[in-house]
């Protein structure tokens, strides 16, 4: 390329960062150094966060936080350092643990098209809001676990913070039941995830849960289940055409949250068969609710995990008479109707769900219009990644429903833990990774599709205010958010991979109880 040519390109850059719309923030990116939309990234690999309360899982504290060269050297009062270190004031703020958003679903190809956010993007989103790691999906190539992990390696490539990966498991064969091995011992990767729902092409059967089950607990890896139950979703499905019920609200009437409920009960006992801790993911309803929450009284190892929009949303944006609309909030487990919500929220505040994901799977109204005569042609999934910090504590703890320590717990901590990540990830102590963020209780918030940093051209919480903002997000000792402006690099993400053993689930489940 010519000098002339990346002179044109930086102005171009320089032009979309002053735009209105900084939702295509992410869209000129053609790997230039440390120049992202005109913004130059932070270069200084020393800083000082001073009179901030810093909050962990375990305790808050007013101390100042010096890092330096990526990691947290010390966190303790009155620290005193040079002039060549960059000094960020957070009297008054709280400095906690970045986000871990253990839940997403990035550059997934699904339903015949692929989500709108890929690993730049959909993490730069992340970062505006105050998630400094997420845990994505890979989904296999025709079930090949290898080919799977290949094809999302080369989609991480421009990553702008730290990532991980669960694996997703659509068949089983002896090629399979090997692949997991490699997938745990050479690769990092040891969470799958079983989809009970999605017939004809995620879904599987009981035969192959039990032995996907058997195969996690030799590997001391976790098992996850979205839980719905497919057959009767898909009768669920032919029964509202039938009806002649064509639109977004036929998807939440075809798999009502018994059907939640159920699968949520089935995924729990086959795990209690095999003596296997279970992970459920996007917990949308009561009855899936109470199934975790019977078993955990039980002293089976369950983790629950809801997801901002479950927690915050209700169904009837669904049955909005403009498609548009209506289409956008189409997801699985669909959005309950009111009063799941409130539940979940209650059951998160005391203990009886442990963490909270998002499930931020993105299709723009053109892509969700495939199912403009069909309910079950549109592309499944909503935001989340960015709106989750601000979301969570607005409802959880400028409500009073939890404190500050507790959402450090749900929103990072809890998640580091289950995957064995911490205190690396998670905690704002020496030795852990400089993953932090600074929020002022005192300042506000208004979500809008026009002002976030997804390229998603909607948005589920749209008009959305609160209390509580994420100021200044540091990822990796850099300062990648301040002043509402991202300074973002592409490729200086790095998958964080854990040493995982099933004891470490036991102990994180017990540590929530």
């Not at 403009?372 to 935001?383: A, C, L, W």
Request: hydrophobic share 40%; with cysteine; proline share 4%.
């Amino acid at each position: 390329m010519s000098l002339s040519s990346l002179s044109l390109l930086l102005m171009l850059f320089t032009l979309l960062s002053t735009s209105e719309s900084n939702n295509q923030v992410c869209d000129a990116w053609n790997g230039y150094d440390e120049v992202q939309c005109g913004i130059q990234a932070s270069s200084s690999s020393k800083i000082l966060i001073k009179g901030g309360t810093v909050v962990n899982a375990h305790l808050q504290e007013i101390a100042d936080v010096y890092v330096e060269n990526g990691i947290i050297v010390a966190v303790k009062p009155n620290i005193k350092v040079g002039d060549d270190v960059t000094v960020l004031d957070a009297t008054g703020k709280y400095v906690m643990p970045g986000g871990i958003d253990p839940h997403t679903h990035l550059s997934m190809e699904f339903m015949g098209t692929e989500t709108i956010d890929d690993f730049f993007s959909g993490q730069a989103a992340a970062l505006a809001g105050g998630t400094t790691m997420h845990i994505d999906f890979v989904i296999p190539v025709n079930g090949s676990l290898s080919a799977g992990f290949k094809a999302y390696e080369r989609k991480a490539e421009n990553s702008c913070m730290d990532y991980g990966f669960h694996m997703a498991i659509t068949k089983w064969d002896e090629v399979v039941a090997k692949e997991m091995e490699i997938m745990v011992k050479e690769k990092g990767i040891n969470s799958f995830k079983f989809f009970m729902a999605y017939k004809g092409s995620l879904m599987v059967n009981d035969e192959l849960l039990l032995e996907g089950f058997k195969r996690c607990k030799s590997f001391g890896a976790l098992a996850m289940v979205h839980a719905e139950n497919g057959d009767a979703i898909f009768e669920g499905q032919k029964r509202m055409i039938e009806l002649g019920i064509t639109g977004p609200e036929g998807h939440a009437l075809s798999r009502p949250p018994m059907l939640e409920g159920e699968a949520t009960s089935r995924a729990i006992r086959l795990a209690s068969f095999v003596n296997v801790p279970l992970y459920v993911v996007h917990v949308m309803s009561i009855d899936a609710m109470e199934e975790i929450a019977k078993a955990r009284k039980s002293g089976q190892r369950v983790i629950g995990e809801p997801v901002v929009s479950g927690l915050i949303l209700d169904d009837s944006g669904l049955w909005a008479p403009d498609f548009v609309t209506a289409a956008k909030y189409v997801m699985s487990p669909p959005i309950r109707a009111s009063g799941h919500n409130k539940a979940l929220q209650a059951a998160l505040s005391s203990g009886v769900l442990q963490l909270v994901g998002t499930d931020h799977c993105p299709f723009t109204s053109t892509q969700k219009s495939f199912g403009i005569d069909d309910f079950r042609k549109i592309p499944n999934g909503v935001n989340g990644i960015e709106e989750r910090m601000h979301l969570v504590w607005h409802t959880m703890v400028e409500s009073g429903k939890i404190s500050p320590t507790d959402y450090v717990r749900l929103t990072s901590t809890e998640c580091a833990r289950i995957f064995n990540i911490y205190p690396r990830k998670g905690a704002i102590l020496a030795g852990s990774d400089a993953d932090i963020i600074i929020l002022n209780p005192n300042s506000s918030f208004e979500i809008t599709a026009r002002s976030h940093h997804s390229r998603l051209d909607t948005n589920v919480f749209e008009g959305m205010k609160g209390k509580g903002k994420v100021e200044v997000t540091i990822a990796g000792g850099r300062i990648v958010w301040e002043n509402d402006q991202l300074k973002v690099v592409p490729g200086t993400g790095n998958v964080s991979i854990p040493q995982l053993r099933l004891q470490d689930h036991l102990v994180a489940v017990e540590e929530v109880e």
